[in-house]
Every structure is written in C-alpha cells, then in structure tokens.
Nanobody
C-alpha cells in the first residue's frame, strides 16, 4: 500500500506562487507513474502534470511554462511548483500514484484570488 499526503495549498493572489508537496509512505524509487491532478468546483478532475513510465514529464496545456513537477526519491516526495498563478488555477490538487493499483491523496486546496 501507498499513502499519499499533500501539503502546501493555500490562498494566494494572482501572479503569485505556491509549491505543493506529496509525501509518500513508502519509497517512490520504483513508482514510475506519479501525477498531480486538480478538480475545480463543478468540474471534472483533470491531469495537471505527471511523470511517465520513461521518466519524462508531461503537462496540461493550461499550465505549461508556469508549473514544474519534480520528485525527490530520497525524501519519498513529489512536488509541484506553481508560478504565475491565475484564478482559474483554483482547485483541490490531488497527488496520484500507480503501484500495482491506483492511490490518491486527500487533496490540498489552492485558491487564487484576482
């Protein structure tokens, strides 16, 4: 099993930055698929950024150039650096991992004020 705990959300003004963290309960060295998703009120959950099985990264078009995903295997933690935040980035952000099955964190709320 893998437990995922997100942190780092909060209220920020448009143009500001936040860094989200996702701490895993076990080593993530062998977890190839790890992603960040978000769900805004009244909308479906969408993929924001992720690592592919080959180690490459991919981003939603709406966040390219503003968000950066990274991971520190030694700390069992994945990050999402979010810059130039916009009100439309307001959502609950979820950490997701695939390790024989799907695992989700409980989410962290990001609110961007205009």
């Amino acid at each position: 099993q893998v437990q995922l705990v997100e942190s780092g959300g909060g209220l920020v003004q448009a143009g500001g930055s936040l860094r989200l963290s996702c701490a895993a309960s076990r080593s993530i060295f062998s977890i190839n698929t790890m992603d960040w998703y978000r769900q805004a009120p009244g909308k479906q959950r969408e993929l924001v950024a992720g690592f592919t099985s080959g180690g490459a990264t991919n981003y939603a078009d709406s966040v390219k150039g503003r968000f950066t995903i990274s991971r520190d295997n030694a700390k069992n933690t994945m990050y999402l650096q979010m810059n130039s935040l916009k009100p439309e980035d307001t959502a609950v952000y979820y950490c997701h991992a695939v390790y024989y099955m799907n695992y989700w964190g409980k989410g962290t709320l990001v609110t961007v004020s205009s």
